[in-house]
T-cell receptor, first 113, second 117 residues
């Protein structure tokens, strides 16, 4: 059984650029959730994908978008990067949309300069 | 409105002494509750969960939590702290977004646990 993996581990971008972060869910899981964790803060829910469709969204602007693929891996895209987007981006997979157990990847550290 | 409050942002204990990390929640319905741990530069790991079964929940690494509905609390405890327990701990409540099985997680702000030798 493979765990949740994320790529890249670290990323540095310039304000205004676009970024794509990737996540492979745990084997057998069909739901992926994305979180933003600013330094010293708890994770903030961005959105969730279930069977390739968005299933819930937090208070993030439309420039945060995502995709889920038939193999249940997922991408998080952020357009027009702002300095405040600098954070750890966490992906979590689970089985079904009732998140009784979520398994997290190690995260992608994004720095926007 | 549903919410979760971790009452201490920082807790410091000596190795071998008990650990208590406090969490209170507010929920209109019977919640599911979780504790996650995050070690430095690592992802989040599920410690334990409460989903309306036994009120005393045992998790990994010797941690336990007790669901007390009358006090709306879900405090995390461990009888004897180990140096490796030093980490950030998050209390999380799972609440319904609407009718049916559609739920979301609400995260506390975290408690940083320091373990002194």
């Amino acid at each position: 059984e493979t765990g949740v993996t994320q790529s890249p581990t670290h990323l540095i971008k310039t304000r205004g650029q676009q970024v794509t972060l990737r996540c492979s869910s745990q084997s057998g899981h069909n739901t992926v959730s994305w979180y933003q964790q600013a330094l010293g803060q708890g994770p903030q829910f961005i959105f969730q994908y279930y069977r390739e469709e968005e299933n819930g969204r937090g208070n993030f602007p439309p420039r945060f978008s995502g995709l889920q693929f038939p193999n249940y891996s997922s991408e998080l895209n952020v357009n027009a990067l702002e300095l405040d987007d600098s954070a750890l981006y966490l992906c979590a997979s689970s089985l079904g949309i009732a998140p009784y157990e979520q398994y997290f990847g190690p995260g992608t550290r994004l720095t926007v300069t | 409105a549903q919410s979760v409050t971790q009452l201490d942002s920082h807790v410091s204990v000596s190795e071998g002494t008990p650990v208590l990390l406090r969490c209170n929640y507010s929920s209109s319905y019977s919640p599911s509750l979780f504790w996650y741990v995050q070690h430095p530069n690592k992802g989040l790991q599920l410690l334990l969960k409460y989903t309306s079964a036994a009120t005393l929940v045992k998790g990994i690494n010797g941690f336990e939590a007790e669901f007390k509905k009358s006090e709306t609390s879900f405090h995390l405890t461990k009888p004897s702290a180990h140096m490796s327990d030093a980490a950030e701990y998050f209390c999380v409540v799972s609440v319904s977004r609407n009718a049916g099985n559609n739920r979301k997680l609400i995260w506390g702000l975290g408690t940083s646990l320091a373990v002194n030798p």
